[in-house]
């Protein structure tokens, strides 16, 4: 398609209006998310959590497991789909002076015990409800003045909760199941002296 500019009197073309599109979807993903989608990074509640020169890789990954089960003659059925968490890898570095390295490390410290929530932003898709799960990065001789490492999150599905009910009384309290319950039992002293009255 040539390049005709958008101009009073030129009618519109598909060259320039898909542009304004996807300007009004990241505009919109701005007013909900509170970032532009056109940064990439690791954010939690709009905010980004990790300090950092440069994102030098991302990569996603999905899974799904289809069961099976053994039927005759050595054949298998497969009987159900279940969608597994999705992961993310980003590889961040920094370099530049000792401060920027360690500021990038602790950064990371600092969000890898959490279970907070992250969002995943990239400039074509926002990952939602994510957790860091892995870290790993090495140093080379070459690269004395740079480190790279690479973080993994892993997508939290919350699907059930756990019911509770507020009651004032127990009496009234819903039954709540505790898992086996074991039989009272008497103890060996008292079995003894209980069975040498029984013969007197």
């Not at 440069?54 to 099976?68: I, L, P, R």
């Not at 497969?78 to 000792?98: D, E, I, M, T």
């Not at 490492?149 to 019911?163: G, K, R, S, Y």
Request: with cysteine.
């Amino acid at each position: 398609m040539p390049n005709v500019p958008n101009l009073p009197g030129v009618p519109p073309l598909n060259s320039y209006s898909a542009g304004g599109v996807v300007l009004l979807a990241a505009d919109i993903a701005a007013a909900i998310f509170g970032f532009s989608t056109q940064q990439w990074g690791i954010f939690l509640d709009g905010e980004p959590v990790l300090a950092y020169d440069n994102q030098v890789n991302f990569s996603y990954s999905q899974e799904w497991k289809v069961s099976t089960y053994p039927v005759e003659q050595g054949a298998f059925q497969s009987y159900n789909k279940v969608q597994l968490p999705s992961q993310v890898r980003c590889r961040f570095s920094a370099g530049a002076s000792a401060t920027n390295r360690q500021e990038m490390l602790q950064s990371i410290d600092a969000v890898m015990s959490t279970t907070e929530l992250y969002d995943v932003v990239t400039p074509e898709a926002v990952y939602l409800g994510y957790n860091f799960v892995r870290r790993e990065y090495d140093r080379e001789a070459a690269n004395v003045g740079l480190v790279s490492i690479d973080v993994v999150l892993a997508e939290i599905m919350e699907t059930a909760t756990a019911p509770f009910q507020n009651t004032q009384t127990p009496a009234v309290a819903g039954q709540v199941g505790l898992g086996n319950v074991g039989v009272p039992q008497t103890d060996a002293a008292t079995q003894t002296s209980v069975a040498g009255q029984g013969w007197n």
